[in-house]
């Protein structure tokens, strides 16, 4: 547990700085997507994180992709049954009960007879692999997103889902391991693994998007509240559809004549 504090400690300074960066331009206001006042920090960062995955990450993840598929599949296998703890706690702390005793069950099964999770045996039992995290489980709970966030090499987020991230790390399994050694590496590999998986993913967003940032932002908005409602978000306008509506649309004649 004593090799745990520091990275908790940088986490903590983040989100620290995050917040002082929120409370100093918020008051300042913006003319852009409402959600994201912070729209000139986020843009630095994504730029940074561009740079930091064009020059570092993505050349990993490329050289990892030529790995044999049984390889990547049971690194991916591995680290989903770590993960498959703490998504049941917070399936129980939602309510989705089944969900949750579900997850506890995928857990024992791919432990043991997956051989410490390398195998997925609990999905071909009709055991479904979820997705949940605290950040969603605060959703869950009536806690509003806040502010969108761009963090650094971790992308997307939002005031909530930062909080949530805090949560997350702390009773992140790969993060308890005792040997410093171990711990770094098995998070690098996680991360380039999880990279690798995106490698198509964001060659359709530089095609699909002129401004990739705008659509990420959009898309992230988006994916997080499909997340927290199973799939079936209430209807909300996006503002960004709002102001593509407004440049591309003409205007009707009643309203060129109230213009004029």
């Given at each position: 547990m004593k090799n745990k504090k520091p990275e908790q400690k940088v986490v903590l300074r983040g989100v620290a700085s995050l917040l002082l960066a929120f409370g100093l331009t918020a008051c300042a206001g913006s003319g852009g997507h409402p959600?994201?006042?912070?729209?000139?920090?986020?843009?630095?960062?994504?730029?940074?994180?561009?740079?930091?995955?064009?020059?570092?990450?993505?050349?990993?993840a490329e050289v990892y992709d030529y790995a044999p598929l049984p390889v990547k599949v049971g690194v991916g296998n591995f680290?989903?049954?770590?993960?498959?703890?703490?998504?049941?706690?917070?399936?129980?702390?939602?309510?989705?009960?089944?969900?949750?005793?579900?997850?506890?069950?995928?857990?024992?099964?791919?432990?043991?007879?997956?051989?410490?999770?390398?195998?997925?045996?609990a999905t071909e039992l009709g055991l479904e692999k979820h997705d949940e995290d605290l950040g969603q489980t605060l959703g869950r709970w009536g806690v509003g997103d806040g502010p969108y966030l761009v963090l650094p090499l971790l992308g997307s987020s939002n005031l909530r889902d930062t909080v949530g991230l805090v949560g997350d790390l702390h009773v992140d399994p790969v993060l308890s391991f005792e040997s410093?050694?171990?711990?770094?590496?098995?998070?690098?590999?996680?991360?380039?693994n999880r990279r690798s998986q995106l490698l198509g993913a964001d060659t359709t967003a530089e095609q699909a998007a002129l401004d990739k940032y705008e659509y990420m932002r959009s898309f992230y908005i988006q994916y997080r509240k499909s997340q927290i409602y199973d799939g079936r978000p209430p209807r909300e306008k996006d503002p960004d559809d709002e102001a593509d509506v407004d440049e591309t649309t003409p205007a009707s004649p009643a309203k060129k004549e109230n213009q004029e």
């Open positions: 959600k994201d006042p912070l729209e000139p920090l986020n843009r630095a960062t994504y730029s940074f994180n561009e740079k930091a995955d064009s020059y570092v990450v993505r050349p990993l680290f989903g049954n770590l993960a498959d703890v703490w998504i049941g706690v917070n399936n129980l702390l939602q309510g989705k009960f089944v969900d949750g005793l579900s997850d506890g069950g995928r857990f024992l099964v791919n432990s043991t007879v997956g051989i410490f999770g390398v195998f997925d045996i410093v050694s171990a711990r770094n590496s098995a998070t690098g590999l996680r991360f380039v």
